[in-house]
């Protein structure tokens, strides 16, 4: 089974601190996502990669960058947090065939205060 | 603008009834369309993938069905149980370059006992 893990299921931090989300998958999938989930709307991208070294905007990109050295491992980062961050984060990989799923991980609850 | 609604917003039923979850999407030109299931705490898991030329697809006891020319999706639940307790969420995939998915927000489903 495609095994999707995000480093911290829930993490507390403080406005203006750096934050870094780390996603790994074990399926050798080229595409990695990070959406943020937010009550009463549906998932929305903050960043896409496509390969190592390669990411896209998505539709929220304001306030985050992301790192992709490897493969496996796609990282989400919150230069500033602001309290207008606090989100569930969810991280997905797929592979390049545009009709396979996206398999998720279970999320990272951020508060930011 | 592309867009994607579900209907109902929530739903209670009781343990062995039926029901069908609706979804209507403006997303053009259209790819794939796909339900998936989100436990709560956890991650979505995809539960089909449905092409342009194909109306209907099954797992287990969900049914899911497209109608491409009025941009119409149905997921049926059979003989519901209470681990079908979940948000169900809707996800149209556009024909572009790129991996673009518009998320729904999802109908929350509660079966009891």
């Known amino acids: 089974d495609v095994k999707v893990t995000q480093s911290s299921r829930y993490l507390v931090k403080r406005t203006g601190e750096k934050v870094f989300l780390e996603c790994v998958q074990d399926?050798?999938?080229?595409?990695m996502f990070w959406y943020r989930q937010d009550p009463g709307l549906g998932l929305r991208l903050i960043y896409f990669?496509?390969?190592?070294?390669?990411?896209e905007k998505g539709d929220i990109p304001e306030g985050y960058s992301v790192s992709r050295e490897k493969k496996e491992r796609f990282s989400l980062i919150l230069e500033s947090a602001s309290t207008n961050q606090t989100s569930m984060y969810l991280c997905?990989?797929?592979?390049?065939?545009?009709?396979?799923?996206?398999?998720f991980g279970d999320g990272t609850r951020l508060s930011i205060l | 603008k592309n867009q994607v609604e579900q209907s109902p917003q929530s739903l209670i039923i009781l343990e062995g009834k039926n029901c069908t979850l609706q979804?209507?999407?403006?997303?053009?030109?259209?790819?794939?369309l796909r339900w998936y299931k989100q436990d709560t705490g956890r991650g979505p898991v995809s539960l089909t993938i449905?092409?342009?030329?194909?109306n209907t697809k099954s797992n287990g006891r969900y049914t899911a069905t497209l109608d491409a020319d009025t941009k119409q999706s149905s997921l049926h639940i059979t003989a519901s149980q209470l681990s079908d307790s979940a948000s169900y969420i809707c996800?149209?995939?556009?024909?572009?370059?790129?991996?673009?998915?518009?998320f729904g927000p999802g109908t929350r489903l509660s079966v009891l006992p």
């Open positions: 997905a990989s797929s592979g390049r065939d545009r009709g396979q799923p996206q398999h």
């Open positions: 399926m050798d999938h080229e595409n």
């Open positions: 990669s496509y390969d190592v070294k390669m990411k």
């Open positions: 979804c209507n999407y403006t997303v053009s030109p259209f790819s794939n």
């Open positions: 449905m092409t342009f030329s194909e």
């Open positions: 996800v149209v995939s556009e024909e572009n370059y790129g991996q673009n998915f518009v």
